[in-house]
């Protein structure tokens, strides 16, 4: 999607305020017009009754009594027209107007009255008008019979709407127009973080020579981008810890296996100089291949152990830990000629997988072998506690000095002390790791009494 101005945060923020406004406006404007028409039209109704019962009280039957009426009566001749209609038996009708009552009927006698409503109607070219009749009903032939037509304009009613719906109008337009303004830039400035952020995170992607060792900015507000932040920089920090390890990994490899290739070529270039003129030499090169190419094919074979440890979902079922453990240090110690002792807790069922249990195990105890003198023993123990085991290999040799404890695990690391005297190439430890890793415990070394070291295994039962 090509980023443009208008869908950006900000943008999508500005059109939900403005649409809320314009809806709220609409609704606002509904409800405000027929609240206030319906208590005008109540009022104009309840004014035109009001003469009706006036007229009636004052029993108008001829000149002089609509003229006392009028000079008492507060309607405006000017939008309120009165008509009254005397019938007395055997005569013609008496009507009496109010003034410019005359010249309303004309005009809707001309013109076309549209009925809305039993009392409201419309008249083209004058509005609105509310029209009560009303009549007092001679009950003697000596007494007129008396109706009241009062029509009222509702001109004020429609006036007073359309001036609200003007003002309506006008404020709301005002508070969309600053409101959209002021929610643009507060969305913006809201926005400026994460902003910020994609700047910084286009220059890390496009330097790629930092291999993630640059840091975004935090922000301190708002939260939600400052938590973010945060757990990007977790994000790039354990990718620069993984691709520094990766470069390790390739260069320790390289190392390692650089090492018997220059052996085997070196040999190979002796026997074809001087094959021929010394055979003797011969089966001594053929030694030294057969021994280098023996520890390059078990450097290759722990790689791809490690390779398939990280790629490895094991698969756990109720085994008895107890029998396994005690198997397999009574089978390496036979083998190696190594005396074990076993502390075991009797009967400890776990929901484990069997084969890298014991390849943990096996890995253990070669590493007590190659670093420990022969002639002291190696001490597995197993214990269960609650929802938690613990499987112990201890042995008496060199230690591992505390400021080496917690890398020792990493691939291709070995102790200072013993890098060239002890063969190995130092990914036993590291394939042991991935397995507790992937068996969800932890593995840790300790001090040993009176010397040498304890690998503990703790993993959980279920």
């Known amino acids: 999607m090509k980023k443009t101005l208008f869908n950006t945060s900000a943008a999508r923020i500005t059109r939900v305020y403005a649409l809320l406004l314009m809806g709220i406006t609409v609704i606002l404007s509904c409800v405000i017009m027929s609240v206030v028409g319906l208590k005008q039209f109540q009022v104009q109704r309840q004014q035109a009754l009001g003469i009706v019962r006036g007229l009636k009280r004052s029993f108008i039957a001829n000149q002089n009594d609509w003229y006392w009426w009028r000079m008492g009566s507060w309607a405006d001749t000017k939008s309120t ?17 109010s003034p410019n009552a005359k010249a309303f009927l004309a005009t809707k006698s001309r013109g076309t009255v549209h009925r809305l409503t039993h009392n409201i109607h419309y008249l083209e070219n004058t509005g609105l008008y509310y029209h009560v009749r009303a009549s007092d009903v001679s009950t003697s032939a000596k007494d007129p019979t008396v109706r009241y037509d009062v029509w009222m304009k509702l001109n004020g009613v429609t006036n007073l709407l359309w001036l609200l719906i003007r003002l309506i109008l006008l404020i709301s337009l005002a508070f969309l127009l600053l409101g959209t303004w002021f929610i643009y830039l507060l969305a913006r400035k809201l926005n400026q973080p994460l902003v910020e952020l994609t700047g910084t995170t286009k220059t890390i992607n496009a330097d790629i020579s930092e291999n993630y ?75 030294f291949i057969d021994k280098e190419s023996e520890r390059m094919q078990r450097l290759v074979e722990s790689l791809l152990t490690l390779s398939r440890a990280n790629q490895l979902e094991l698969t756990t079922s109720a085994v008895d830990l107890s029998t396994i453990i005690t198997d397999t240090a009574i089978s390496y ?52 506690v609650g929802k938690t085991l613990t499987l112990a290999v201890a042995d008496q040799g060199i230690g591992v000095p505390d400021a080496e404890k917690d890398v020792i695990f990493g691939r291709f690391y070995r102790t ?47």
């Open 81 to 97: 027209f009165i008509r009254i209609s005397v019938d007395k038996s055997g005569k013609a009708n008496r009507y009496l107007y």
């Open 213 to 287: 060792q640059r840091q975004l900015p935090v922000p301190a507000s708002p939260q939600e981008v400052h938590d973010l932040t945060v757990e990007f920089n977790l994000l790039l920090h354990s990718l620069s810890e993984q691709e520094q390890a990766d470069r390790r990994f390739v260069a320790n490899a390289s190392h390692e296996l650089k090492t018997p290739i220059a052996t085997i070529r070196g040999y190979v270039s002796m026997v074809n100089r001087r094959g021929d003129a010394h055979p003797e030499v011969i089966p001594t090169a053929l030694a």
């Open 416 to 462: 200072s002390s013993v890098r060239n005297t002890v063969a190995g190439n130092g990914l036993g430890l590291a394939i042991v790791h991935q397995l507790v890793t992937l068996s969800h415990g932890q593995i840790v070394v300790k001090d040993n009494q009176p010397q040498g070291s304890i690998f503990e295994v703790i993993l959980p039962r279920q």
């Open 333 to 384: 110690g036979e083998s190696m000629g190594r005396e074990i002792q076993l502390e075991v807790q009797h009967h400890v069922i776990a929901q484990a997988n069997q084969d890298s249990v014991e390849q943990v195990l096996t890995s253990l105890l070669n590493n007590a072998q190659k670093y420990s003198p022969a002639d002291t023993p190696i001490t597995v123990k197993l214990a269960a």
